[in-house]
């Protein structure tokens, strides 16, 4: 069955540094998204970046890229030069392609962030 | 452009009363999700739209939730009777087409008391 595992419930980094969030996924359908969010304390879920199955390279946006190694299935976020305003719950989230109708997201349980000045 | 918006932001209900949470999603995008997301879980898909055809309602916990989106755009979620157990943010999501990235409202926080 389609999961997504992640396995720190909380994490700290120094502002300015690099911090890898991590990611697993299990899932028998050959094409695949997967997606991290960000969720501030407000509430809003905010899109970061996407990785489909068939990428031949990992996704980058801006300070965010994402460690994709497909036959460990892993989907990792790395965020470069943390900023106070990274401070979040992250979360991963994967969606199958090959599901018929169903678009939905399969969502882990997440991990909070906090930058420390 | 404006992105999806949810009203309202907080709704308390006694425990019995019907609730209706609603979702404006970005003008244009065809597909339309609604989420529930617990304290502390990550978020759980409950139905999907593609313009007014709701394709996908599984996630649905019980028949007292209900959601429509008859024209198209502009989407209800309605609880019936609701529950102490129904306590949670709904989150609406929009995606220009199906299978393309889903983008957040603001959520609702439903406290049924």
């Known amino acids: 069955a389609q999961k997504i595992t992640q396995t720190q419930p909380g994490m700290f980094v120094q502002e300015k540094e690099a911090v890898t969030l991590d990611c697993t996924y299990d899932?028998?359908?050959?094409?695949?998204?997967l997606f991290w969010y960000k969720q501030p304390s407000s509430g809003e879920m905010i899109f970061l970046i996407y990785?489909?199955?068939?990428d031949q390279q990992n996704a980058t946006e801006g300070r965010y890229s994402l460690n994709f190694q497909k036959a460990r299935k892993s989907a990792n976020l790395v965020i470069s030069a943390s900023q106070l305003g990274d401070s979040a719950m992250y979360f991963c989230?994967?969606?199958?392609?090959?599901?018929?109708?169903?678009?939905?997201?399969?969502w882990g349980l997440g991990t909070s962030l906090a930058v420390n000045p | 452009g404006a992105g999806v918006s949810q009203s309202p932001r907080y709704k308390v209900a006694k425990r019995g009363q019907d609730v209706a949470l609603r979702c404006d999603p970005i003008?244009?995008?065809?597909?339309l999700f609604w989420y529930q997301q617990a304290l502390g879980q990550g978020p759980e898909f409950l139905t999907y739209?593609?313009?007014?055809?709701?394709?996908?309602k599984s996630g649905l916990p019980s028949d007292r939730f209900f959601a429509e989106r008859p024209e198209g755009s502009v989407s209800t979620l309605k609880i019936q009777r609701t529950q102490q157990e129904d306590s949670a943010v709904y989150l609406c999501?929009?995606?220009?087409?199906?299978?393309?990235?889903?983008?957040f409202g603001p959520g609702t926080r439903l406290l049924v008391l």
């Open positions: 739209f593609q313009n007014e055809a709701q394709l996908d």
């Open positions: 899932t028998s359908d050959p094409s695949y998204g």
């Open positions: 999501a929009s995606s220009l087409m199906a299978g393309e990235t889903q983008y």
């Open positions: 003008s244009g995008h065809v597909s």
């Open positions: 989230a994967m969606r199958e392609n090959n599901a018929g109708n169903n678009r939905k997201l399969i």
């Open positions: 990785q489909g199955s068939y």
